[in-house]
């Protein structure tokens, strides 16, 4: 079988590129038709070994699609499925092309492997498309080879894949839901204000009476939307949009990442989060051979706090100059206690990957427990809320009903 790199344009009329693996160009042109592709271009002369074949898949990387976090994770714990099995790693990445479940899977499949089939180590092949393999990734896979245990790697390789993605998606959870959770009850209050109140309203300023405190308080509000709200939804636009070119700024992005730190939930949900990511990178790469410095290079990579990535930064220079790892932990004074403790052991007993990987397990807990304490603390403080918001509406409109109903009675 062999690998044929195409042009063609799929059904809304974009034009996308690949390898594909088949037995002819024929072949390769009927199945592409069967992804629903309309093949322009096809030839075998891509993937042909030549003095300029090292350099041509670099430029077809930017074109090569992505794998999302739990196709890769799959990918990679099928990839070291096949090697335990005693397949060879081409015909491995043959069995993955065959039966990956897209088109686009098939296609960077297909890339790698020819790379691969080229003479090229699976690491180098992997280094060619960065978009899907980061530099943790490919370290491991190179450890592997290096080690001749390329299969136990890419496990602990899924492994950590899998945890992070799970990781991504709680804290995607822990934000996403509160936030929308808020706009919905602020989109009902303002509909609320600007459409139900008003018409009720309006009855009483006709009956010339004067009108209670909170129930002109609640005419005001509405009055207030109606006239200024598009220019208060600029405003807001306006700060939004400031906002988030100020964290494009490194040094703005920087403070604020700090400030994240030392806010009461998010700051310890923080902490956890990226203290979870750091040891259980450095416990994956520490049991896979990888020296401690590239290690803690590799893993700083993985922090989404520009702040602690930036301790780490000087926990890698104090591990250069000789200071042992816990000592340079401490001194930065950003992680918890508990992890310089458990380093500490772990380079005492010669058992840090297992050290660091409890470290990652008991920070994942943590994280977890701040999650589910605060989304179970914030849906009954905004039914509160919009329960207040409801009352104070009711109450303005029922008073002046009253007031009306004592004055007829008279």
């Known amino acids: 079988m062999a690998s044929f790199r195409y042009l063609a344009v799929n059904a809304q009329g974009k034009t996308t590129r690949g390898v594909i693996e088949s037995d002819s160009a024929r072949q390769a042109r009927q199945a592409l038709r069967e992804q629903g592709l309309f093949p322009r271009e096809v030839s075998a002369e891509a993937v042909a070994a030549d003095s300029g074949s090292a350099a041509r898949p670099a430029r077809w990387a930017m074109s090569a699609p992505r794998l999302g976090p739990e196709q890769k994770a799959l990918f990679t714990r099928q990839l070291a499925t096949l ?90 959870m822990a934000l996403v839901y509160p936030l929308m959770l808020t706009l919905v009850s602020i989109a009902i209050i303002i509909a609320l204000m600007t459409f139900v109140v008003p018409r009720i309203v309006s009855q009483f300023e006709h009956a010339g009476q004067t009108l209670p ?25 306006l700060l ?31 902490r956890a989060l990226n203290t979870a990511r750091l040891a259980r990178t450095l416990a994956i790469l520490n049991a896979s051979g990888i020296p401690l410095l590239e290690a803690l290079q590799v893993a700083r990579r993985t922090l989404t706090n520009d702040f602690l990535r930036c301790r780490t930064q000087q926990v890698v220079d104090q591990v250069r100059e000789g200071v042992s790892l816990h000592r340079a932990l401490d001194k930065v004074g950003v992680f918890p206690p508990m992890m310089v403790y458990m380093v500490a052991s772990g380079e005492a007993s010669g058992e840090l990957d297992q050290m660091l990987m409890r470290v990652a397990d008991l920070q994942d807990s943590e994280f977890q427990q701040k999650v589910d304490t605060g989304l179970s603390l914030f849906e009954p403080v905004m039914i509160l809320f919009m329960g207040g918001v409801v009352l104070t509406i009711v109450l303005a409109i029922l008073l002046p009903i009253m007031q009306l109903n004592d004055v007829l009675s008279l």
């Open 83 to 172: 090697v335990h099995a005693g397949l060879p790693l081409e015909s491995a990445l043959e069995t993955l092309s065959r039966q990956a479940e897209t088109a686009k899977q098939r296609q960077l499949i297909a890339l790698v492997r020819a790379r691969v089939r080229e003479g090229h180590s699976l690491a180098d092949s992997l280094s060619a498309y960065p978009q899907t393999f980061d530099r943790l990734y490919v370290s491991l896979a190179a450890a592997g080879e290096k080690a001749g245990c390329l299969d136990q790697v890419m496990l602990r390789l899924a492994d950590y894949l899998e945890t992070s993605h799970q990781q991504r998606q709680k804290a995607r």
């Open 213 to 237: 405190a909170i129930t002109r308080g609640l005419i005001w509000v509405s009055d207030s939307l109606r006239d200024w709200g598009v220019l208060l939804t600029g405003v807001v636009v």
């Open 240 to 270: 939004a949009l400031l906002v988030i070119f100020l964290l494009r700024q490194e040094s703005w992005r920087l403070r604020w990442h700090r400030q994240i730190l030392n806010l009461p939930w998010l700051g310890r949900s923080a």
